[in-house]
């Protein structure tokens, strides 16, 4: 997340491909790389293979039940490009 990333690990990275997400330890307090959840979610290896939806994200929904554990998503999304900017132009 961009709270992790910026605020809590700023400066850290993750180049290890098997552990490729930046996360927060709160039982150590301190950054960890984690592999991304969504590789194994009910004994399933997700991916996005559409080139339009490149990005794997995992997120996690409110139980059906209340006292249930929330339920894991994976999900495809598109890449977030910027466009380029230049000065004097309306946003």
Do not use: M, N
Request: hydrophobic share 25%; aromatic share 8%.
């Amino acid at each position: 997340s961009l709270y992790i990333s910026r605020d809590l690990c700023p400066g850290h990275f993750c180049e290890d491909p098997r552990f490729p997400v930046l996360d927060w330890d709160e039982d150590r307090a301190h950054c960890i790389c984690r592999a991304q959840p969504c590789w194994s979610i009910q004994g399933k290896r997700h991916k996005c293979e559409d080139p339009d939806f490149p990005i794997l994200r995992y997120r996690e929904d409110h139980p059906d039940r209340k006292g249930d554990p929330p339920k894991p998503v994976c999900e495809c999304a598109t890449r977030l490009l910027e466009e380029p900017y230049e000065h004097g132009s309306e946003l």
